[in-house]
């Protein structure tokens, strides 16, 4: 059974920072590529970052380059998100999410990822 945890989501004024992780369990998690996405009220899901197995390959979405860090620790079993220069925008529900098969290329959509967690909310006040 593949378990995801987010944690590290909270109140923050705009220009500030928070760092989210995920602990997963319950598969060899080193081989598979990870993502964040986001969903804020009212919105569809949307894709945040994106890191490859090995983390040799990174990518972000536009409005979030440049400000945040997508990073893991394949020894501890973790996917991180910094988030630097926080803007009210960035309002969301946080999820992290795995691969569906290991060692594939990056990819941005929410449907090749087949394992989710259950989110951590980020606010960012004006």
């Known amino acids: 059974q593949v378990q995801l945890v987010e944690s590290g989501g909270g109140l923050v004024q705009a220009g500030g920072s928070l760092r989210l992780s995920c602990a997963t369990s319950?598969?060899?998690?080193?081989?598979?590529?990870m993502g964040w996405f986001r969903q804020a009220p009212g919105k569809e899901r949307e894709f945040v970052a994106a890191?490859?197995?090995?983390?040799?390959?990174?990518y972000y979405a536009d409005s979030v380059k440049g400000r945040f860090t997508i990073s893991r620790d394949n020894a501890k079993n973790t996917v991180y998100l910094q988030m630097n220069s926080l803007k009210p925008e960035d309002t969301a529900v946080y999820y992290c999410?795995?691969?569906?098969?290991?060692?594939?290329?990056?990819?941005?959509?929410?449907?090749?990822?087949?394992?989710w967690g259950q989110g951590t909310q980020v606010t960012v006040s004006s």
């Open positions: 319950g598969r060899t998690y080193g081989t598979y590529a």
């Open positions: 890191i490859s197995w090995s983390g040799s390959s990174l």
């Open positions: 999410a795995m691969d569906q098969s290991p060692f594939r290329p990056v990819k941005t959509p929410s449907s090749a990822y087949g394992y």
